[in-house]
């Protein structure tokens, strides 16, 4: 299975995972349960985020033509990105062993906003990142070649990746002025919401694969095809 394969299932399947464990924390009918479930439901949001992300980098990554300049650029953010996010999530783990629960698995305990706002910065960033160099590419290509505009956005999921910049802004939002009772529930769904963006720009990449095979630019702007420009992906 190729790394892109990989990344595609894990950021379809897992939110399934999500809403089964989000139900029985919500059913459940006895407390001494509700720190496994917390933490379970809290590392799979961690991995379907990172999952997702690595969907927008790697897609950047390609449409770049592999260049180095961007992967070590890309590279950078998205590995201060992962460390923010593993240490927010054995964060959580530690204060949940401690955290008092009450039936239907709710607890006034959590973790400093301006803690968990931390990874969610550097994110934002690397969605900035992400969008910057797509409208980069994009726009140069544009120039060069007087293409029709809407089939190049499509062609540079420029949608997908507004939308995932969004999603984030929208977290950092949730997390500075909801209160604590609602916002990880919120969260919860945004991250899940960014798995299927990045779900549904695989899909569309194989489907366009497939059936319309156009061109993209490389580096100096020779063509080649759309499998070349997504099954890159493939061989990271």
Known sequence: MTLTKGLFLGCRYTPFVICALHTRLLLSPSIEGCPGLAESSILFLGIVLLCAECVFVLRTYALWNCDRRVRIALFVLYLAFFGGIIILVLACGLQLKTANFTPGCYSHTSVSPMFILAP?????????????????????????????????????????????????????????????????????????????????????????????????????????????????????
């Open 120 to 236: 969610y910065i550097l994110l934002l960033l690397l969605e900035i990142e992400i969008v910057g160099l797509t409208f980069y590419r994009m726009i140069r290509y544009y120039r060069a070649t007087r293409c029709r505009l809407l089939t190049l956005m499509a062609q540079y999921s420029v949608g997908y990746i507004l939308a995932g910049l969004l999603f984030t802004a929208t977290n950092i939002v949730t997390i500075c002025f909801v209160p604590g009772d609602y916002g990880p529930a919120l969260e919860a769904s945004q991250i899940v919401a960014q798995a299927l963006l990045a779900t549904r720009m695989q899909l569309d990449l194989w489907k366009l694969d497939r059936h319309s095979p156009t061109t993209a630019p490389t580096s100096d702007f020779t063509e080649y095809d759309q499998t070349d420009l997504e099954f890159e992906l493939s061989q990271i």
